[in-house]
């Protein structure tokens, strides 16, 4: 999943407005408006518990849009005589969902106007509006309700909820997610098999967090950043020696960054609100960004980042022989300097991938706390841009100090199946699985098929960024991303004429 500055240019990627009762985006070359209700559900802030008094709620935020539901603009599906059309239903992330309503155009604009279909995107709690205890929600005593238990029954709840109230008991319902949603949709269907026909789980890097199982699929402490390395060192521009030049960018960066003088000429020449946005470390800023593009490499331009942004990154390594000034220019294109705010923030601590966060980085330094430890490592050159030998010491002191809990980096494999799940030994089914080549969290995707596997499905993208194919079709798409999507849809159209769970 993203790092926190991955998700800050998430939010970003959404065009369009958000009003107190709407969200809306842009989708498409032609950039239609497609805009989703904002409406609260009263959800139970404790799933598992029975007494009168634990029955507390809190307002579950999601978006609605049913403009299209049973009006299809494709061949009709065969449905049930008294269902519209499908439910398809994003089981949201680590972020503010009307980030992820603008970043799903295969869903909204793509499927649901071609199948009819209602669409449902209900919010992870703790994120966006979904806070169960306002702004106290990630104080130790209040944060304990952030799992992903809770979760996934909090979308079991609305979704079922959501239904009776329509009258669409009989309607199939497919589930989608990218990143960490990704992942959600594979746990959703092996928790709640009968709530949906099935799930697309793109860029899901469910094996990262299964550890007891990376040798056997080729997964190392490097893996993700090797696969860093590596996008930076195949580029059209420069290859391997791209990647050379910005670890010697960096290292100019920290020099520079190692008196009070120097990172006061790095804030002015980044545009940094002040030089403490630099942190501890004056080349975290500048790496949490180079650490993060190829995850957002994308054929077209999205926000602040042009198309292909790698390629971008190492033209301007080509063009620009002073490291400084490369270095501004790099911030500059990926946190969206405008010319006129200047830039603020937090970075990732360091750490490959992102980790423990205090809770001014928002609930996943909390989530980094308990079940999604990133055990990540990174060595200067050989391997990526800084120097970080992952410790569970150091990760478990800070967070006790952050939110008095201790990280159980075992907890997700052991109780959802890790690398199991992907390898058919669970007994999930109807399931996709992508993954992009230019994605790090490809390493601990799901990646190779397995015999007598008609329902489940893994696919691969070479020139896939993270979580691509959950984007609408657009004409710079890769080919092998166009097919990608075609062969999806031909999936999930015979999973909801052929649902199970109707039968």
Known sequence: MPSRVA???LVGWVTGCVHADEVCAKYGAEGETICADE???DQQIDHFRFESASLKTFKHRYLENTA???KPTGNPLHLPADCPGPILIYTGNEGPIDAFWGSNGFMVHHLAPTWGAALLFPEERYYGKSTPFGNASLEPAQASFMTTEQVLADYATILTWWKETHNATSC??????????GTLTTYFRRVYPGLTCGGLAASAPIGYYSKSHWASHGVTAYTWIDIVKNVFSTTEFGGS?????LVNVVKAVGIMGSTASGRATLSSKMHLCSPDVLGADPTNFLIDALETLPQEDYPYAIG?????????TCAAVAAIADPIELAANITDMYYGYDGKQCLDGEGQGGIPGGGPGPASWGPWGYQSCTETLHQF????????FRDFTFSYDDAAQACQRYYQVQPNPRWAEQRWGGFHIGDGATGVTHLIWSNGGLDP???GGFLRSFPNSDELHWFFMPQGAHHLDLRGPHPEDPANVTATRAAEEDILRGWIENCPQLG
């Open 441 to 443: 969290w490809h390493g």
């Open 304 to 312: 602040s980042l042009p198309g292909w942004p790698v390629n971008a």
């Open 7 to 9: 998700l800050v240019g």
């Open 377 to 384: 490592s990174s060595v200067t050159s050989a391997h990526g």
């Open 39 to 41: 409406l609260f559900f």
């Open 172 to 181: 199939p319902v497919i589930a989608f997610g990218g990143s960490y949603g």
């Open 68 to 70: 299209t539901w049973g």
């Open 241 to 245: 020696d791209c990647f050379d030049k």
